[in-house]
């Protein structure tokens, strides 16, 4: 019988491998990795217990406490990490709303939890009672969510592409004035590193500068991006301006378009951007049509937490249809269940 059962992780990650080889851009393979694991988990702590072994069975119950405690504890510590974690980042990064993102999810959680241990939904009407559920079952789907998302953040890390690119897209991020701001430098300084690379053993690949010009910017993004990379010493016969995107997803489409007029459809490239802006950025490679994976630059650690959050929106926003309908059906079936409860009485 556990023979069998072990075909189960197996075949979830033979799956995960699958959908992860074909493209390591797509959230679902956060939410196939997580199954896996789980799985996984689960017939491990099994095997041990069924097996009498006493040293396998304190070693599978390790994870079930480690577990125990996170149930118990972690909202509580998630939340004192989080509001440090602001305060460190508004000292920094200065006060504009952008920054307070862990200070509001932060508070949030805290809220969360307080209402959790006063239980106030028992002293509410049953009908209430019911949409009290549905709004929780969203909160679970949008957790699950944010899980499968940050496992697909995770793996995407491991993407090492090779030294045999023709191109590489180097997604702007605002400037300061006419001049490259550190956030900014360090993308491109990532793609002089893969240039520099890939030089010491064929031919190196052209650096296209992607960004327009801002309403409060002198030059536009691209331009000084080229005068940056030229200052690195790479020559400019190998740079190009993309300077009419406004977003990510126009760097990608016009960069994509530079390098069809150049080189038809037989090129390889990738693209350059910040670690935590990684995934989302294949995202947009992805729905442009190209089939580019990127470099991520390293970010500061006291930054990553602020713009994971800021990441994860964008990444619902962009999918905003799908989970409209998951929340519609869910609060339709609660005002249905409602509605049902108050004509019974």
């Not at 599978?60 to 577990?67: G, R, V």
């Not at 993407?159 to 491109?188: C, E, T």
């Not at 006291?302 to 929106?313: F, K, L, Q, T, V």
Request: net charge positive.
């Amino acid at each position: 019988m556990m023979n069998a059962l072990w075909m189960i992780p197996a075949v979830l990650f033979v799956l995960f491998l699958v959908f992860y080889l074909r493209d390591r851009r797509r959230t679902i393979n956060g939410f196939l990795f997580n199954i896996f694991i789980c799985s996984a988990g689960v017939m491990l702590i099994t095997a041990a217990f069924l097996s009498g072994n006493p040293i396998l069975m304190i070693l599978a119950i390790i994870p079930i406490i480690l577990f125990v405690l996170l149930l118990s504890f972690g909202g509580i510590a998630l939340v004192i990490a989080l509001l440090i974690n602001a305060k460190i980042l508004i000292q920094k990064e200065g006060r504009k709303f952008s920054n307070y993102l862990t200070l509001i999810l932060g508070l949030c959680i805290l809220g969360f939890l307080i209402l959790s241990l006063i239980q106030p939904v028992q002293f509410l009407p049953q009908e209430v009672q019911l949409l009290y559920s549905g709004l929780m079952f969203i909160l679970l789907y949008f957790f699950i969510n944010l899980l499968n998302f940050l496992s697909a953040y995770f793996l995407y890390q491991f993407n090492r592409p090779r030294l045999n690119q023709d191109f590489i897209i180097v997604l702007g991020s605002g400037l300061k004035g006419d001049k490259v701001p550190p956030l900014l430098a360090n993308r491109i300084d990532k793609a002089i590193a893969f240039y520099r690379k890939q030089e010491a053993v064929t031919t190196p690949p052209t650096l296209i500068l992607s960004g327009g010009k801002g309403s409060d910017e002198q030059v536009s993004e691209a331009h000084a991006m080229q005068a940056y990379a030229v200052e690195k010493g790479v020559p400019m016969e190998h740079t190009i301006q993309e300077n009419r995107s406004t977003n990510t997803y126009e760097n990608m489409l016009f960069s994509k378009q530079i390098m069809d007029k150049l080189r038809g459809s037989k090129y390889n490239s990738i693209f350059s951007t910040n670690s935590f802006h990684l995934f989302r950025a294949g995202l947009f490679a992805r729905m442009a049509g190209l089939s580019s994976q990127g470099i991520g630059a390293k970010t500061a650690f006291y930054y990553w937490p602020n713009a994971m959050i800021r990441e994860y929106i964008a990444v619902v926003v962009m999918n905003k249809k799908r989970h409209a309908i998951v929340v519609g059906i869910v609060l339709g079936l609660s005002l249905l269940g409602m509605s049902i409860l108050y004509i019974a009485k």
